[in-house]
């Protein structure tokens, strides 16, 4: 992959494991993470597929954890298993930012204010927490910013935030 030959990677990883057998776990979640961000060109109902039948090949052989914990609510986002997901995110929240930001998401989807209200807060520790310490932040990253200062009725903050995702 480093070389730029992901489709050979992928080939790789598969022959590591496979869907339907154990295998090795790294080649698993380099599978399963990059069916989640689509960077393999494989259409998203199979990639959904494959990512469940290697994220449970991973529970066969004992993994746990928080990123296989990520990783499982990612696919389930992307299956519209909302409530499922967001569950799984739930006790991420104050420690992974994309949990933050997934969980949020999801609460506005789900209707779900009072999670909102406490996710947002989440989204936004997580995101200053990352801007002051000098980790460059994404266009999406300040999108989703803008939306919880948005929803936490914070104008103030709202427009500093827009402000800055301007420079960006």
């Not at 947002?120 to 990253?141: I, N, Y």
Request: proline residues 4%; charged residues 30%.
């Amino acid at each position: 992959e480093r070389d730029g030959k992901l489709s050979e990677a992928y080939e790789r990883a598969q022959r590591l494991a496979s869907g339907d057998e154990l295998g090795y776990p790294p080649a698993h979640l380099w599978i399963v993470e990059h069916l989640v961000t689509n960077k393999l060109a494989v259409p998203r109902d199979e990639a959904r597929q494959l990512s469940d039948q290697h994220l449970n090949a991973l529970a066969k052989l004992g993994v746990k954890g928080r990123e296989f914990n990520l990783l499982r609510g990612l696919v389930l986002v992307q299956a519209k298993q909302f409530n499922e997901a967001s569950e799984l995110f739930r006790p991420m929240v104050d420690d992974v930012p994309l949990a933050a930001i997934q969980r949020f998401q999801l609460d506005l989807v789900l209707k779900h204010v009072d999670d909102a209200r406490h996710d947002a807060l989440a989204v936004r520790q997580h995101l200053e927490r990352q801007r002051h310490g000098g980790t460059p932040l994404k266009s999406g990253d300040y999108q989703c910013w803008a939306n919880a200062e948005k929803f936490l009725q914070d104008p103030a903050r709202y427009r500093e935030v827009l402000v800055d995702w301007l420079k960006v």
